[in-house]
T-cell receptor, first 112, second 111 residues
Framework: GAGVSQSPSNKVTEKGKDVELRCDPI?????LYWYRQSLGQGLEFLIY????????KSGLPSDRFSAERTGGSVSTLTIQRTQQEDSAVYLC??????????FGPGTRLTVL | GQQVMQIPQYQHVQEGEDFTTYCNSS?????IQWYKQRPGGHPVFLIQ?????EVKKQKRLTFQFGEAKKNSSLHITATQTTDVGTYFC???????????FGQGTRLTINP
């Protein structure tokens, strides 16, 4: 593929609803990462996948956040019972040899 | 936990002036990466530095890694309007394979 793609590009939801964010990494990239970027802030690491396994889940903010990756490719980040503080841009990145990370365009999540 | 401090938070320059952003850590960094994020865009990898005292150049951009591997800098010579954006340094935490980002320096340029 041309690059990392994410969907939806924008998501507006009501507080308390669940949301699913999707990431399609670059074909052949074994590593996949999720980050969160609040308005005007830096990037906060959420979770990392090597293949389908997630050896490091330490960045997930709470147990309302979960992520999975299937077939060593597509990943979904699920946020249950969304809260207003979850509003942010969620960025996905993929990498082949763990050096350069290629970022997707992000999903802008707004929780009303 | 690991933390990379980046300064300044904001920098406004006249087009043609130079610009420098600095990253500092209280612990030895295994490596340092630099990313650029244009307004409304996503981070794009610029470079990785690994060796003590390493200096790398990309056209008008000069990247340095300190001798003690506790600091790094990005210097842009003669800024252009295309340089506008936020510049982040980041360290890959070996084993964890995650990037720990600095807070970023937002560069704006007066044409």
């Amino acid at each position: 593929g041309a690059g990392v793609s994410q969907s939806p590009s924008n998501k507006v939801t009501e507080k308390g609803k669940d949301v699913e964010l999707r990431c399609d990494p670059i074909s052949g990239h074994t590593a996949l990462y999720w980050y969160r970027q609040s308005l005007g802030q830096g990037l906060e690491f959420l979770i990392y996948f090597q293949g389908n396994s997630a050896p490091d889940k330490s960045g997930l903010p709470s147990d309302r956040f979960s992520a999975e990756r299937t077939g060593g490719s597509v990943s979904t980040l699920t946020i249950q019972r969304t809260q207003q503080e979850d509003s942010a841009v969620y960025l996905c990145a993929s990498s082949w040899r763990g050096v350069e990370q290629f970022f997707g365009p992000g999903t802008r999540l707004t929780v009303l | 936990g690991q933390q990379v401090m980046q300064i300044p938070q904001y920098q406004h320059v006249q087009e043609g002036e130079d610009f420098t952003t600095y990253c500092n850590s209280s612990t030895t960094l295994s490596n340092i990466q630099w990313y650029k994020q244009r307004p409304g865009g996503h981070p794009v990898f610029l470079i990785q530095l690994v060796k003590s005292g390493e200096v790398k150049k990309q056209k008008r951009l000069t990247f340095q890694f300190g001798e003690a591997k506790k600091n790094s800098s990005l210097h842009i010579t003669a800024t252009q309007t295309t340089d506008v954006g936020t510049y982040f340094c980041a360290e890959i935490i070996q084993g964890a394979q995650k990037l720990v980002f600095g807070q970023g320096t937002r560069l704006t340029i007066n044409p």
